[in-house]
């Protein structure tokens, strides 16, 4: 299996301008864009990712926090749920009442983007705390806002039921 050469490394041997455009060493080089492209894309899709767990997270913890929740059976965590989705409502009711101001738009394409990728995800399944363990809610209520620390916490799908 041959190395997998950076880009770094490609132009410390020799110089990008000097190669012709149809030889090994420039496909050699496109090979290593081309990898870095994919792993800075990959990359920030984790992150994303990552981001939405932890603020979901946070979310979960603060509800939890200032409601004393000890432990949740399924359809409290549904009516949770359904309360996170809905978090922005009053926002977006805002902006459509104070449509005189056509800049705010975008926020309010953005809010209800959010809205419906939440939804479509709650269908599928919703990846949140498990908060019907009292044991997880404990651990939940001493995470300190880490994303290192978040995989001592137990995570669970949970998916909306046809009413």
């Not at 359809?75 to 056509?102: F, T, W």
């Not at 959010?114 to 599928?124: A, G, I, L, S």
Request: net charge positive; proline share 3%; charged share 40%.
């Amino acid at each position: 299996m041959p190395k997998v050469l950076s880009l770094r490394k490609i132009q410390r041997k020799k110089k990008v301008d000097s190669t012709h455009p149809r030889s090994r060493k420039a496909r050699q080089i496109q090979r290593s864009i081309d990898r870095e492209d994919r792993l800075k894309k990959e990359r920030k899709i984790r992150e994303k990712r990552r981001d939405i767990q932890v603020s979901r997270s946070i979310y979960f913890k603060s509800v939890v926090e200032l409601e004393n929740i000890k432990k949740l059976s399924l359809e409290e965590l549904n009516k949770l749920i359904e309360r996170y989705i809905h978090r922005n409502d009053s926002k977006m009711e805002d902006s459509s009442s104070s449509d005189l101001h056509p800049r705010h738009s975008s926020k309010k394409e953005a809010l209800k983007q959010v809205f419906y990728n939440e939804q479509d995800e709650y269908k599928n399944g919703f990846y949140v705390p498990d908060l019907t363990d009292q044991e997880n809610v404990l651990a939940l209520k001493n995470w300190t806002g880490n994303y290192n620390d978040l995989h001592t916490l137990k995570f669970i799908l949970v998916k909306k039921k046809d009413p």
